[in-house]
């Protein structure tokens, strides 16, 4: 990366609905549209406040899904990526979630406008469909991290992505 870096800490959610789908938003970078890739609801962590308070916040914000609660924290990593213009090395934390019984309605007007765009399309995904993609999902890691989940259950410590 060119520049300075931005550091960011980050707080994600794996939200599974009733037949494990795992919900994820279609996003770009302003900067290249033309680049595209899925990514897991969550975002950014502000100064003071708890990681899993930032993922059930930026949840509700970006899906207008409240009283979800959040199960463990399963994973962690450091993505290093360019939005915008600017370089970032963000600290993420995943927790794992699941919706109620019956199809959830997205709705993200609840997130700030320069994030809507990002949100304007949002897909359940199964297992198989994160394996046999080959659109870019983000983290790089997401579809055997979800395989390991489904399978084993959560991890007694958070796993390094």
């Known amino acids: 990366m060119a520049g300075p870096v931005r550091q960011r800490d980050a707080a994600r959610v794996l939200l599974l609905d009733g037949q494990d789908r795992l919900l994820l938003f279609h996003g770009f970078d302003p900067a290249r549209p033309n ?91 199964t297992l198989d469909e994160l394996r046999a993609t080959s659109e870019r999902v983000y983290p790089v890691r997401l579809a055997e991290l979800l395989g390991r989940l489904l399978n084993e259950g959560p991890p007694v410590a958070p796993v390094t992505l």
Not at 43 to 58: F, K, N, T, W
Not at 69 to 81: C, K, M, S, T
Not at 95 to 121: F, I, N
């Open 35 to 125: 680049l595209t890739w899925w990514f897991t609801p969550g975002g950014g962590v502000r100064p003071g406040e708890p990681p899993r308070a930032a993922a059930l916040r930026e949840l509700a914000e970006e899906t207008g899904l409240t009283g979800i609660e959040l199960g463990p924290q399963v994973a962690v990593d450091l993505a290093e990526f360019s939005y915008g213009g600017q370089d970032y090395q963000q600290h993420q934390v995943f927790y794992l979630a699941r919706t109620g019984p019956g199809e959830v309605h997205l709705d993200a007007s609840g997130s700030e406008p320069e994030e809507r765009p990002q949100l304007a399309e949002a897909r359940w995904w």
